[in-house]
T-cell receptor, first 112, second 113 residues
């Protein structure tokens, strides 16, 4: 029973490039959450998705960031035109329903 | 607004001694409370949760936490610390009607041998 999978684990991008972060939830889980962890800080909620629907995106920056969770395949967090301030660890979590969340290992994004 | 406070950036204890990592919260309505642990360059691992019922919750690796409604606290405890318990601990809360977890800034636990 595999846990939440995220890839890549490490991603390096130059300013202005696009970053795509992927998250495969645990089997049977239809709820996906994305969080961002900046250095020396706790995790901050970004977006909550169910299959094909964005339920709550109150934590997403208004520009350059988008997320999807298609009917088939992993959830994708997309950051366009990355800037140095986007450097962080991005964690995905999944749950079978809106309760306990299980976290993936994270993707560490470095913007040069 | 919902919030979580972990007043200590770091807690140092000797192996074999009891440990407490503090957490207080603010949320509308009934709180759902969680503790997670993070090891270096790893994701968060679930330790325990309080939803309803007994105020003393037992979790993984011998950890427990006590929900105190009047003090709006959910402190993490362990009777006898191990060196392998050294890690970063996060308290989190969400409201009964909410979805996103609100995390504290984390407390680094250091257990010395």
């Amino acid at each position: 029973n595999a846990g939440v999978m995220q890839n890549p684990r490490h991603l390096v991008r130059r300013r202005g490039q696009e970053a795509r972060l992927r998250c495969s939830p645990m089997k049977g889980h239809s709820h996906v959450y994305w969080y961002r962890q900046l250095p020396e800080e706790g995790l901050k909620f970004m977006v909550y998705l169910q299959k094909e629907n964005i339920i709550d995106e109150s934590g997403m920056p208004k520009e350059r960031f988008s997320a999807e969770f298609p009917k088939e395949g992993p959830s994708i967090l997309r950051i366009q035109q990355v800037v140095r301030g986007d450097s962080a660890a991005y964690f995905c979590a999944s749950s079978p329903q809106s309760n306990e969340q299980f976290f993936g290992p994270g993707t560490r994004l470095t913007v040069l | 607004a919902q919030s979580v406070a972990q007043p200590e950036d770091q807690v140092n204890v000797a192996e074999g001694n009891p440990l407490t990592v503090k957490c207080t919260y603010s949320v509308s309505g009934n709180p759902y409370l969680f503790w997670y642990v993070q090891y270096p360059n790893r994701g968060l691992q679930f330790l325990l949760k309080y939803i309803t019922g007994d105020n003393l919750v037992k979790g993984s690796y011998g950890f427990e936490a006590e929900f105190n409604k009047s003090q709006t606290s959910f402190h993490l405890k362990k009777p006898s610390a191990l060196v392998s318990d050294s890690a970063l601990y996060f308290c989190a809360v969400r409201s009964e009607a909410g979805t996103a977890l609100i995390f504290g800034k984390g407390t680094t636990l250091s257990v010395s041998s």
